[in-house]
């Protein structure tokens, strides 16, 4: 992204509801990195200054043909390919990638950094037609990643689930449903959806991942309606509590900002929210309709390894980023 101010007037990002997880960033950080924020009637601009790394919430994804549009939550189905049987929405949500390392929460054991410099690529949503074309491009370059999965307990799914493990790779659990309103109720409810896919995975892969990312990062407040404000700490404790490490990203590839976003914006947001890290989580999407994270991504493997970094896969002892705080 070029140095040149950008203002992002932010509205209705997912269709049907105002992601506003970032301003909790925004106000936790104040404002003398980002810029002057001014908010106005219903709509919050942010100006930046810098380089910096679009945020903004993901669209729903969108049927092929169809200009990009609000749509509400309800009633956009995530697989819309039949590979998964869920009929939830993508609402993934972005925090603020531009975050600093020395203002993660670990909370894991202590991590070793290795020499050099570690990229962790992570993809949300899978499986997805998109999946084994993402796993052909991992291949070429030799690269490991982790797939945060949803539910999709169709032959296809089962087939793209071995697929990723059989080729190296870590799975992770992203809940089956994805459905904020089911499993943001409660610990109980979020634990039991999580449940229902690492049943579904041990069936077809051999074992339970205990490692997850939450539908829209451990900060995202829509899980304030169906849970209340304090919910996601509730809830982040009980995964912790339960055996699971969670990991947000603290790189953005902002795949998830527009239902196709233009793919040098993908490319420029990895790399100048990458500059100046020794590790990286980078959030991408696994969505049939997401064409320019395909296309972008052996270009951000390129340029990331000319970076220094190297890529390995998630588990649960590594580096983490997480937006809750304990
Ligand atoms: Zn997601």
């Known amino acids: 992204m070029s140095k040149a101010k950008e203002a ?5 990002c997912n269709g049907a509801t105002v992601c506003d997880e970032e301003e909790d960033f925004l106000a936790k950080r104040g404002e003398h990195e980002m810029g002057s924020m001014i908010r106005t009637t219903g709509v919050l601009v942010t100006i930046f200054f810098s380089g910096s790394s679009l945020i903004g919430c993901s669209t729903p994804e969108l049927p092929i043909g169809k200009a990009p549009k609000s749509v509400s939550i309800e009633t956009v189905p995530l697989s819309p390919t039949g590979i998964g049987k869920t009929s939830t929405a993508s609402t993934e949500t972005y925090g603020n990638d531009e975050i600093v390392e020395s203002q993660h929460f670990y909370t894991g054991p202590p991590h070793v950094l290795s020499s050099g410099k570690i990229a962790y690529l992570t993809f949300d949503d899978g499986p997805s037609e998109s999946t084994s074309k993402i796993l052909h491009i991992l ?5 490991t990643a982790t797939f945060f999965v949803i539910g999709a307990d169709t032959s296809e799914g089962r087939a793209l689930y071995k697929q990723i493990v059989a080729e190296g790779h870590a799975l992770g659990n992203h809940t089956y449903t994805h459905d904020y309103n089911r499993i943001y109720k409660s610990p109980e409810a979020f634990m039991k959806d999580v449940r229902r896919l690492d049943q579904l995975l041990e069936e077809t892969v051999g074992y339970r ?5 939450f539908p829209g990062g451990s900060n995202n407040h829509l899980s304030w309606k169906p849970g209340g404000r304090g919910i996601m700490r509730k809830v982040a404790s009980e995964v912790k509590k339960e055996g699971y490490q969670y990991f947000d990203w603290n790189v953005s590839s ?3 900002a527009a239902p196709v976003q233009a793919r040098e914006m993908i490319i420029d947001s990895v790399l100048s929210a990458s500059r100046g890290k020794k590790s990286i989580i980078v959030l991408m999407h696994d969505n049939t309709y997401k064409t320019t994270t395909l296309e972008a991504l052996p270009i951000v493997i390129k340029k990331l390894q000319a970076a220094g970094f190297h890529f390995e896969k998630l588990k649960k002892s590594s580096f983490t980023f997480q937006f809750l705080e304990p």
């Not at 291949?139 to 690269?143: I, L, P, R, T």
């Not at 991942?209 to 990312?213: E, F, G, S, V």
């Open 254 to 256: 902002t795949d998830a």
């Open 139 to 143: 291949k070429k370059f030799g690269v």
């Open 209 to 213: 991942p205990d490692i997850l990312r």
């Open 8 to 12: 992002i007037i932010r509205t209705d």
